[in-house]
């Protein structure tokens, strides 16, 4: 994996997105921003990354991922694979369905996955140093850079959708204490639930991703 770093970027995810639509980056390729300004959050609000916070976005073929793995649950698996290294080192974040990384109930940082034809982009942000009031920040010290690298070791291991799932089937159960936003509407999780591919049944509807 090819990983580019830059001081200071509007959007990691936008910039690849463009790249690779465009045909001036083929996967694998990474970029990381030291800061980054003008990021996309949750239901395409705006998720902005103060200096030495984690932002970053890759591009890899889907064809690259263990078989197994749901295209439409790939925000999923990534975030999976990122709560796994950052738990190995004694963080206790989790991932909140489908994409969000908590501390206890304050977000931190969350995942998001753009698909072009056979080609997955993903971008992570983490707060690593600094965070706005109403969010949190990781509870272990790791720098951007090395939390890159070892997104990305354990990224190579090609762990299986089953086993990815079966730690996120059990952190679901701490999303079922929250709310959704879905068609404009606030919708409690506590009765949601979770299918074998991520995506969720609520009020009689299946659903595999809010963003």
């Known amino acids: 994996m090819q990983i580019k770093f830059v001081e200071q970027i509007a959007s ?14 083929a996967p694998p390729f990474a970029i990381a921003a030291d800061r980054q300004i003008a990021g996309i959050g949750s239901r395409g609000n705006g998720w902005q990354s103060a200096s030495g916070n984690l932002a ?4 890899v073929q889907q064809r690259d991922l263990p078989a197994d793995v749901p295209p439409q649950s790939a925000s999923i698996y990534f975030a ?10 004694g963080s206790q974040l989790w991932l909140k369905w489908p994409n969000d990384f908590y ?9 998001m996955t753009n698909k072009i034809k056979n080609t997955l982009i993903c971008g992570i942000g983490i707060n690593l140093l600094g965070a ?11 720098s951007a850079k090395d939390a890159i690298e070892g997104f990305f ?6 762990i299986s959708w089953k086993q990815i799932f079966r730690n996120f089937s059990l952190q679901f159960q701490k999303s079922q204490k929250f709310s ?13 639930k979770l299918c074998e591919d991520g995506s969720i049944i609520i009020n009689e509807e299946r659903v595999y991703a809010l963003r």
Do not use: W
């Open 103 to 111: 501390l206890s109930e304050r977000k931190i940082g969350g995942a």
């Open 80 to 89: 999976m694979i990122m709560q796994e290294f950052l738990a190995s080192l």
């Open 132 to 142: 706005p009031e109403y969010a949190g920040i990781l509870d272990i010290k790791i």
């Open 12 to 25: 990691t995810q936008k910039f690849l997105v463009d790249a690779v639509r465009e045909g001036r980056i």
């Open 153 to 158: 070791a354990l990224y190579e291991n090609k």
């Open 180 to 192: 959704v936003h879905l068609g404009g509407e606030k919708i409690s999780l506590a009765q949601a």
């Open 56 to 59: 970053f976005s890759f591009c």
